[in-house]
């Protein structure tokens, strides 16, 4: 994928007519007690994130508001993808950026009311990129596919795509197959093309949820 395909295929998602999350004004203080008391359990992951426009959802205690689109995993219904209007504090934006993954709280009756909020690692069983490169195993990870998934990006941050990836490691039997949603630096667009190879670092066997892209390692940069 070169940096032309890769900003011409966000600038078509952005162009989509979207059919979800069109509902995305911020809820009441009030309203989001209640989700977080009785809303369906659920992960987001963090697509995109913007600070909204809307000078209403900075809250009187300095919290910014935000805009996130993520993609909803709750028991019971197919994942979807959403927006997500909320006030955040500092020390929380820092841990919902594009490819993290986040808790949430959903409205049993309107799947696009929810509350997004920082979990415990043994909440989610997902540690932060950051954390897994500094104390992860590590593994060569062959493209299998790369798509594009933030529908605003601008052209200015890093690409989020979602990775299809075949991992193998020296110290496990078998390779095994991953799913990630990650920013990939502009420099890096052409590593993602099927059959290429990339470093990651790895705590244990699974989907993903444990693996992250070593992208200054996979440039050469280390």
Not at 22 to 40: H, P
Not at 126 to 132: D, E, F, M, P, Y
Not at 157 to 163: E, F
Request: charged share 25%.
């Amino acid at each position: 994928m070169n940096m032309a395909s890769a900003n011409s295929g966000w600038r078509l998602l952005g162009r989509r007519p979207r059919t979800f999350g069109m509902r995305i004004g911020a809820i009441s203080d009030a309203a989001r007690r209640e989700l977080l008391m009785r809303g369906a359990l659920g992960s987001a992951t963090i697509l995109g994130a913007r600070p909204s426009s809307r000078a209403a959802t900075t809250d009187p205690n300095g919290a910014p508001g935000h805009v996130f689109w993520v993609r909803v995993l709750v028991d019971g219904i197919p994942p979807y993808e959403t927006r997500v209007r909320q006030r955040v504090s500092e020390a929380n934006l820092e841990w919902m950026q594009p490819g993290d993954v986040v808790c949430c709280r959903v409205d049993p009756g309107d799947r696009d009311r929810l509350v997004l909020y920082v979990p415990d690692f043994a909440e989610t069983g997902r540690a932060s990129i950051s954390k897994i490169l500094a104390d992860g195993r590590r593994a060569d990870a062959t493209v299998l596919a790369a798509a594009p998934v933030a529908a605003d990006y601008s052209g200015r941050d890093d690409p989020v795509l979602r990775l299809d990836l075949e991992l193998r490691a020296w110290d496990e039997p078998t390779p095994w197959l991953v799913r990630l949603v990650q920013p990939v630096p502009l420099a890096a667009i052409g590593l993602v093309d099927l059959g290429q190879h990339l470093e990651v670092a790895f705590f244990t066997v699974d989907h993903g949820e444990s693996v992250a892209v070593d992208w200054s390692a996979s440039l050469g940069e280390d």
